[in-house]
């Protein structure tokens, strides 16, 4: 057991000019990050009761541009920080990374409402130049051989790499719409390829920490560890596959390789629903936990979604690629990728890492069995799986309301949506101040 009182914070936080410690980085980026999916929610529920163009343009971006950025530079170096201790974690240049990620924010929604795609191209360079110093500083200190024999570690680096890639994406496609007659930015750089690159990173973020700590208390450690390294090339080589088949409007590619990836995950949706019984039958209810099977069952809806879309394909360049009486079908497929797994999924984790940081101001409890130790109370705990019900629900009636066609339903689900996701701060702001000074 780790000894909470006498852990000491990161050393990088000592060499900070700013002094500024771990645990309050953590719960900065914690406010920033809902407060960002908290806008992007409402925007799109504004858009679904107004009509407007650019309130149905904007959210997405805010979503990407914002949360997913945040996700990696700073989630997701906690996650591998952990593993090396090696990379230490400046404080000061973390707070540098969010100013910098609100700033991009700020300038992609005047970009959107200005009709400035030039900024948009400056934005997607901006961030493009941030993650590539991420991403030197993770190569720097840790030798590719050494990192691949983390498998965890796998899926956080290549989470930065795919990062990268989006952010040059978002550059490009701003270049495209300022000079659209140019000729020189591929056909298939488009929105809609922008937001599915940006989305993977994320995704392969939540298998590393599937990995990391979900079985970490496992018996069978070194199966689970055969497994999850085969996943990593099926699911990883697989997206890049299934990206290249989407480019090519190759139909039967991109059915063989959607209905691979379901499987994995109908596979890893129910080994994780037998280790969550024995994790609770044996320990106790985590509501991270339950955010993370949620999460991993709305990944199954989206697989279903994304292969109704596949049926209805057509010749890549419209936006999107299908009818337009089967737009529900769309609009399903992403949201409930984004606003269900992704969301729903990096809440959990949330609910496991920034407590964990909070609680001894170092990342002590993320390198020991004790990540998914009680650290919260029980009215923390009810008061997240609360949250976790209203989730459900508000996420379900997103996906019905596109179904139905109704807007109203789908802004009043939206809010409520954006205002839960929100409250994930307000439950771990509560516990956080009966935590030692």
Request: hydrophobic content about 55%.
């Amino acid at each position: 057991m780790v000894n909470l009182e006498k852990t000491k914070p990161l050393q990088g936080a000592k060499k900070n000019r700013f002094a500024i410690e771990p645990g309050a980085i953590a719960r900065i980026y914690l406010s920033v990050s809902v407060f960002i999916i908290t806008l992007a929610a409402f925007l799109g529920a504004a858009g679904a009761w107004t009509g407007s163009v650019f309130f149905n343009t904007v959210h997405p971006y805010v979503f990407f541009v914002g949360f997913g950025n945040l996700a990696i530079l700073i989630l997701n170096r906690y996650l591998t920080s952990a593993i090396y201790p090696a990379l230490e974690v400046d404080p000061g240049k973390q707070m540098r990374y969010i100013y910098g990620v609100l700033l991009s924010v700020f300038c992609v929604i005047v970009a959107i409402y200005m009709g400035w795609p030039v900024l948009k191209a400056f934005v997607g360079l901006f961030l493009t130049v941030i993650v590539a110093f991420a991403a030197w500083e993770i190569f720097s200190t840790a030798s590719v051989g050494k990192m691949w024999r983390e498998v965890a570690v796998r899926y956080y680096v290549f989470d930065v790499l795919f990062l990268l890639n989006a952010n040059l994406g978002l550059f490009a496609l701003g270049l495209k719409e300022t000079f659209p007659d140019l000729g020189v930015i591929p056909f298939f750089v488009t929105q809609s390829v922008y937001f599915l690159g940006s989305s993977f990173p994320l995704s392969i973020s939540v298998m590393g920490f599937l990995y990391t700590y979900v079985w970490r208390r496992s018996s069978k450690r070194e199966l689970i560890k055969q497994l999850f390294s085969i996943w990593f090339y099926v699911f990883v080589g697989g997206v890049l596959v299934f990206l290249v088949a989407i480019l090519m409007g190759n139909y039967l590619g991109m059915m063989l390789i959607s209905h691979t990836l379901m499987l994995g995950v109908v596979a890893i949706l129910a080994g994780f629903s037998r280790y969550l019984y024995r994790f609770f039958s044996r320990y106790f209810k985590h509501p991270a936990l339950a955010f993370l099977l949620s999460g991993l069952a709305l990944l199954l809806a989206a697989s279903a979604y994304g292969i109704m879309n596949i049926y209805f394909f057509e010749q890549f360049g419209s936006v999107p690629p299908i009818p337009k009486d089967s737009m529900w079908i769309y609009h399903s497929h992403t949201h409930a990728a984004l606003l269900g797994w992704i969301t729903f999924s990096f809440t959990g984790m949330v609910y496991i890492v920034v407590p964990a940081i909070v609680r001894t101001n170092s990342f002590e409890l993320l390198r020991t069995e004790d990540t998914l130790s009680q650290l919260l109370d029980e009215k923390t705990f009810a008061r997240a799986f609360r949250q976790l019900v209203v989730a459900l629900v508000s996420a379900a009636a997103v996906l019905l309301a596109f179904y139905l066609e109704s807007n109203s339903l789908l802004a009043l689900s939206g809010m409520v949506f954006g205002i839960v996701m929100y409250y994930s701060k307000v439950n771990l702001g509560k516990a956080f101040r009966s935590y030692p000074a």
